[in-house]
């Protein structure tokens, strides 16, 4: 079946440590963006790619890096410089431009610091 | 920027109950989608409705562009409708602004 695969489901996070959460899609996607929703609250953009090997800063990017090596792959890295990383995680992809195309999501990770 | 706002911002039915969630955002737009979220944390488009209505199933919803809001409808509800329903607007070519959504729980 086609759809957005994150990983982990569930991940605890040291201090001073980065972590990387993974993002794969097979349903041949150009976009995908990664999203944190904080407990209550709305989606806030961190990071976009329109296509391979190029990306954009969301709203909150700060702490955060990404690359787009492939089209199915869009790794989010948590760094040690992102002070409050305690979330969840939404990675998403639609066909292209946003104007008339829907935004698919895959099933999020939690991410908490120990 | 552009603004999203959704209401109301909780709400609790009794299964069976017929309920309106709305969403106002404060520019033109050319897209406009509706999620919800389960209790999972899942995300699953509900519809892509720049304007007009659209229904599917006990869920149907209203978009009128010029008067900037959409309406989601939801009727006969079912404990597994709870969870939080968002809506989205892009702002620009590749971004979507999400409301702040509005909690909705269905007791049985």
């Known amino acids: 079946d086609g759809g957005i695969t994150q990983s982990p489901k569930y991940l605890f996070r040291k201090e001073g440590q980065n972590v990387t959460l993974s993002c794969e899609q097979n349903?041949?996607?150009?976009?995908m963006y990664w999203y944190r929703q904080d407990p209550g609250q709305g989606l806030r953009l961190i990071y976009y790619s329109q296509i391979v090997n190029d990306f954009q800063k969301g709203d909150i990017a700060e702490g955060y890096s990404v690359s787009r090596e492939k089209k199915e792959s869009f790794p989010l890295t948590v760094t040690s410089a992102q002070k409050n990383p305690t979330a969840f995680y939404l990675c998403?992809?639609?066909?292209?431009?946003?104007?008339?195309?829907?935004?698919?999501f895959g099933a999020g990770t939690r991410l908490s610091v120990l | 920027g552009i603004q999203v706002e959704q209401s109301p911002p909780d709400l609790i039915l009794q299964e069976g109950a017929n309920s309106t969630l709305r969403c106002n955002f404060s520019?033109?737009?050319?897209?406009l989608q509706w999620f919800h979220q389960n209790p999972w944390g899942q995300l699953i488009n509900l519809f892509y409705i720049p304007s007009g209505t659209k229904q599917n199933g006990r869920l149907s919803a209203t978009t009128v562009a010029t008067e900037r809001y959409s309406l989601l409808y939801i009727s006969s509800s079912q404990t597994t409708d709870s969870g939080v329903y968002f809506c989205a607007v892009p702002a620009g070519t590749y971004k979507y602004i999400f409301g702040t959504g509005t909690r909705l729980k269905v007791l049985a």
């Open positions: 349903l041949n996607h150009d976009a």
């Open positions: 998403a992809s639609n066909v292209g431009g946003i104007a008339k195309n829907i935004q698919y």
């Open positions: 520019d033109s737009v050319n897209n």
